[in-house]
């Protein structure tokens, strides 16, 4: 016979579901701690202690840089053309990196997306690709690669260009599976083959979003580019480890090179937030920016 469950049955399988679920999760989050203690606890003994024992001094370290920079400001201007060669090559770095990530990630997308890649048994291994190249740090990359080639800008733009590649290719992909099939399935109707399918049918479905996309990961890479150059990647993050290995007496010339990089940064982060704006948005923003 067939069992009928009552509301009150259900409403207490529910409630002792939920209490499972709870006594699971705050189990976890005590492991979670435990681990977080011991692994902070043996990480501050390896190092001696200094961590508790240099708590204190903090902000010793920015307190003398901002007072040198403070004593010789009117250095600075000078410090900024002499930094913006460098400046210029962090930015091209990040730049041609981006690019390339971006148009190999254009052409992964299109074979790892679900429904419209021509063959459906590579999806799953590039998909796995994607993910490792996603999961590698940039820096990793570049320690491999500047042991190999040297140093200099080249290291940097392929280890962040491989990055690229694995992030973009995941969120191009992703778009690709919200794209409407209809213009695709009409072009298949006609004979379209799947190359002009993909660049006649999806392409210009998913184009903003992949432009759009594309910049918030070039603001990504410029601050990565920054990063590499502590490791011998060149561009201003080797000056501004040089300057800060150097000590006092270069505290200015530090100063005048993270300003120059903040100040990069959020014109390029201004810049492409208001075009990732126009490209998602289109002529609703225009229109609702000029009521504003």
């Known amino acids: 016979m ?18 499972q679920k709870r006594v699971m999760n705050m189990i976890l989050l005590v492991v979670f701690l435990a681990l977080l203690i011991g692994g902070f606890g043996t990480a501050n003994a390896r190092n001696a202690g200094g961590f508790w024992n240099g708590l204190p001094n903090i902000f010793d370290f920015p307190a003398d840089v901002l007072g040198e920079a403070w004593q010789r400001i009117h250095l600075l201007p000078g410090y900024f053309v002499k930094y913006l060669p460098s400046l210029i090559e962090t930015v091209n770095i990040a730049g041609a990196a981006t690019l390339i990530g971006a148009l190999l990630a254009f052409f992964a997308a299109l074979l790892a997306t679900r429904g419209l890649a021509p063959a459906p048994w590579l999806v799953a291994p590039l998909r796995r690709l994607l993910d490792v190249l996603r999961a590698v740090p940039e ?36 778009v690709n599976e919200n794209a409407s099939l209809k213009p695709v399935d009409g072009l298949a109707s006609v004979g379209a083959g799947w190359l002009q399918r993909m660049v006649l049918g999806v392409v210009p479905q998913v184009a903003p979003n992949y432009l759009s996309y594309a910049l918030l990961r070039f603001e990504i890479n410029i601050r990565a580019s920054a990063i590499l150059g502590f490791v011998g990647a060149g561009g201003i993050g080797y000056d501004l480890r040089n300057t800060m290995s150097w000590g006092q007496g270069k505290f200015d010339e530090a100063a005048a090179i993270f300003l120059l990089l903040f100040g990069t940064i959020i014109i390029v982060d201004q810049v492409s937030s208001h075009f990732r704006d126009r490209l998602t948005h289109g002529r609703a923003y225009k229109d609702k920016g000029a009521i504003l």
């Open 139 to 174: 820096i990793v990359v570049a320690l491999v690669l500047i042991f190999l080639l040297g140093g200099g800008p080249v290291p940097a733009m392929i280890a962040i260009a491989l990055h690229t590649v694995g992030a973009l290719g995941k969120l191009f992909s992703e």
């Open 2 to 19: 067939h069992q009928t469950t009552t509301a009150p049955q259900i409403t207490a399988d529910y409630l002792a579901h939920t209490r």
